[in-house]
């Protein structure tokens, strides 16, 4: 499986981004995809995931401003950021899990400026 991210850039507080993950390879193995982001200093935590079937789970931080969402057809999840905070700022990463495996694709950085 093979991650493609994109997106990402710098905002101010209050403004939004998106940002874009295609999947490549074996996607018949893919359970679900999600989003993790890893700020300066802190470790890789859990934004936001979803299943193929559409069942999503957020981070608490997260909720009521961002979506996750995806398209089957082109093997494409999203993650729409609204409402951007600075504490929103980080590195984001795509993730896909199989039954055994947990795939990452590149990070795409994130800013939110005060």
């Known amino acids: 499986v093979q991650l493609q991210a994109s997106g990402g850039g710098l905002v101010q507080a209050g403004g939004s981004l998106g940002l874009t993950c295609v999947a490549s390879?074996?996607?018949?193995?893919?359970?679900?995809m999600g989003w993790y982001r890893q700020a300066p200093g802190k470790g890789r935590e859990l934004v936001a995931t979803i299943t193929w079937g559409g069942i999503t789970d957020y981070v608490d931080s997260v909720k009521g401003r961002f979506t996750i969402s995806r398209d089957n057809a082109k093997n494409t999840v999203y993650l729409q950021m609204n409402s951007l905070k600075p504490e929103d700022t980080a590195v984001y990463y795509c993730a896909a899990d199989t039954s055994t495996l947990r795939y990452w694709g590149q990070g795409t950085l994130v800013t939110v400026s005060s």
């Open positions: 390879g074996s996607i018949g193995s893919i359970n679900g």
